[in-house]
């Protein structure tokens, strides 16, 4: 790939590394891309989650569709997977969601969908990626009377909450819920969803002011939503990032459930109803290795890719799988969905609940997670580039893996969206991995950070 498009789009600090400049010539080189072999001109939709930047970003990558003829529908605030879902639904030639996803308030960032709902082929990213750096290479103004025109659509929320509550053949009357939206995108939609589907709903985070996104909520953070449940007797808890394409839930004891026991519940459920094609779950290297016990106790077949809900869902077309998903919250129900959705992934949980009558704990339990340990260490520009050259840090991570055993793990990979070394140790004794983790993040940062 090049110099723009990481694994979930183009992303950066807003007016800073993602200017007005770049957003609108992502714009024309998006529609000059889409357009090629059309005869008429594009329609593409334009949604955005709600931090400060976002109407700036949305505005410009909005001119520089219409300067090339393409007509805009823009959504307003919306969830990425709404725009994906929408695309097939009004007919569109292509989606943008302008959103950061589970970042700060001031990264925002550009996602684009094909026609058929999913994120674009690389070849596709490509394309326009090159238009973008060399503009020359392609006429992109249209003439003054062949301008695309933007409107507005009013029925947006509607539309997509039908869709969701068309997913579950059971109603959530009854349960109790916590639903902590990070100020995000789901604070649009999420009081309609489960307000309509009969849950008796209390709402965290639902507030945006384009600053508060993620901040100290949502499914980075989510002390809150925890500490709500227990003392208010709930029946479980949900949490969504900025865009909510993520779900992590809590169950009514207070203890966090991440994406691999959600797909560990839905999964052993679809397989026991026929719903589960190949009997096969999809998820990533970092997919906890309880999960993977999992699936061997409960004749499930587990294929891991690279990290990122796009590998994840290009393995389960490969494939024609129908389940799959990432520990961070990205869960795909290829059944009702392109791409990962959170509110999708929250019903599906919630609806199980009320079916079996258990509660969610006892659900859950039939995966046993193993301790997993986590450390992000801030990387330069060049150092991202030597940490696949620099042999002291290829040959601490060989020494490590030796040292963890057949009953460990350890990943440690450059972010694709942010200047970070990620570095993830899983194993059955928790001291034994922080140890180890500790002494990798060290060696990185003494090897890789800048200054």
């Not at 207070?254 to 959600?262: A, E, F, R």
């Not at 869902?313 to 059944?335: A, K, T, Y």
């Amino acid at each position: 790939m090049g110099r723009l498009f990481g694994t979930d789009g183009v992303r950066g600090v807003a007016n800073q590394d993602l200017t007005c400049e770049l957003a609108m010539t992502i714009g024309r080189a998006a529609a000059c891309a889409l357009s090629s072999n059309r005869r008429r001109r594009p329609v593409v939709l334009v949604g955005m989650d709600p931090r400060i930047s976002s109407d700036m970003l949305a505005s410009a990558v909005t001119a520089g569709l219409c300067s090339v003829g393409a007509d805009v529908l823009h959504l307003g605030v919306i969830p990425t997977p709404a725009v994906a879902y929408l695309v097939g639904k009004y007919k569109a030639d292509a989606g943008v969601m302008i959103t950061a996803s589970h970042n700060p308030a001031e990264y925002n960032g550009i996602k684009i969908f094909g026609g058929d709902g999913f994120k674009l082929p690389d070849a596709l990213e490509e394309e326009i990626e090159t238009l973008t750096l060399d503009p020359h290479r392609a006429r992109l103004e249209a003439e003054p009377l062949d301008l695309g025109k933007l409107t507005w659509k009013n029925t947006v929320v509607k539309d997509y909450v039908a869709h969701l509550k068309s997913t579950v053949a059971f109603s959530l009357e009854g349960l109790k819920v916590a639903v902590d939206c990070a100020n995000g995108a789901a604070s649009v939609t999420a009081h309609k969803l489960f307000d309509e589907l009969g849950a008796q709903a209390t709402f965290l985070a639902d507030e945006p002011d384009g600053l508060n996104i993620n901040e100290n909520c949502g499914s980075t953070h989510m002390e809150r939503l925890i500490d709500t449940v227990k003392s208010g007797g709930f029946d479980a808890g949900i949490a969504f990032d900025g865009d909510a394409d993520r779900c992590l839930a809590v169950d009514e004891r207070g203890l966090p459930i991440d994406g691999d026991q959600i797909m560990a519940v839905c999964a052993k459920d679809m397989k026991a109803r026929g719903k589960l094609p190949h009997d096969t779950v999809i998820g990533t290297i970092l997919t906890n290795l309880g999960f993977v016990r999992f699936c061997k106790e409960n004749g499930l077949n587990f294929i891991a890719t690279k990290v990122g809900d796009r590998f994840v869902l290009e393995e389960m077309l490969l494939g024609e799988f129908g389940f799959g998903g990432e520990q961070s919250g990205h869960v795909i129900f290829r059944d009702f969905a392109t791409t990962g959705d959170g509110q999708l992934t929250a019903i599906q949980l919630l609806s199980l609940v009320r079916r079996e009558g258990k509660k969610l704990s006892e659900l859950a339990d039939v995966m046993n997670r193993y301790p997993q340990v986590s450390r992000n260490v801030r990387v330069s520009p060049d150092g991202k580039l030597a940490f696949y050259t620099d042999q002291t840090v290829k040959t601490a991570i060989e020494e490590a893996k030796t040292r963890l055993g057949e009953d460990g793990r350890l990943v440690v990979r450059v972010s694709g969206t942010e200047p970070l070394v990620r570095v993830m140790v899983e194993g059955r004794d928790l001291p034994t991995i922080e140890s180890i983790a500790d002494d990798m993040a060290g060696l990185i940062k003494e090897r890789l950070a800048a200054g």
